[in-house]
């Protein structure tokens, strides 16, 4: 099962630059690209050099850097285009054909049998061009298209020969039980790779990916905070954030989770978003804890609620102690750290009374603080603000 070895092809560089508000430099880029390379992950996709002289330009800069992770260009399944991509010197090709009637209909306008054709075609001339290339083959709206046809392109791609399949659900309509069944059915047909593309407009795009693993997948497409075409893809660091849960050890012996939150955060000052507050790993909230029945569990072994250590991604946990639903334990360990001997039926009192102000007016640290040293002074019977 693919969980154990699973491949990230970053792609913020290809469908992040799809997103709005992204409009990135060539600097830019090569900041993203350094930063994904520190991080660790396996792939990174640049967009299409047929898509502007600068692409072209800037896909040649990053595939001489060097980096560890290999480069791979995303290009239209046609021959002008994967000419193109071959002059960049990338170290892969990920090819794209729509399958779907919409896109059939809608978008190039060609029966199943062309797209076969077409595919077959472009392949046989990348291959003879280049027999170390690493080429990928991807169906775009796998899941609303048949998928008979799928399994006869599929086929016919596989005579020829492929590094890896891609499976797309371009616009966010599959849940894990489809990708289930779909990569799992490609998996017994074919040896080569299998990655799976998701988008997010249902919110299954980080379930569906790791379905798509459980399933026999290899790899699988992410981009930072999900940026793409309207509300994007599977996240990396939510992506991350799910297979850590699943093997923490594995995922932290692959990757550099401490640069997460830079990239996070570079990637959000470039396209002008905020990082949201309920972020994978990286949001405000994301190690915060509050209920005083959780506060308590948590000082004492914080695996009580935490499947994440926020240490190994260079995060600090919080706990919010300063609302009624606070508990004295809680209230207790801020003592500590402010070094104020109270005992045990102090802090109670002071609890109780806290809980008391809460429930007329809102909170903060501070009042918290000034209360506790209150009670440790023993002046206790003023109305906080005083
Ligand atoms: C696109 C479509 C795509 C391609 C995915 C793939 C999608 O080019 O914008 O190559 O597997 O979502 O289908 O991003
Ligand atoms: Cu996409």
Redesign the pocket.
Known sequence: MSLESFNIIESTLR?GE?FVGANFTTDDKLRIADALDEFGVEYIELTSPAASPQSLDDAKKIAQRRLKAKILT?VRCHVDDAKLALDTGVQGI?L?IGTSSYLREFSHGMAMQQVIDRAVEVLTWLRAQAPNLEIRF?T??SFRSEEADLFRVYLAVDRVGVDRF?????VGIATPMRVYQLVSGLRRLVKAGI?F?G?NDSGCAIANAVTALEAGATHI?TSVLGI??RNG?APLGGFIARMYAINPSLVKKKYRLRKLRKLDDMIAAMVGVGIPFNNYITGVTAFTHKAGIHAKAILNQPETYEILNPKDFGMTRYISIAHKLTGWNAIKDRADQLGLPLTDEQIKEVTAHIKMVADQKKLDLNDVDELLYRWADGVNNEPIGK
Do not use: R, Y
């Open positions: 469908e799809q995303h990920d794209v991807s775009e709206d891609g499976i797309a659900d371009t990655e593309h988008h497409d793409g075409e893809i």
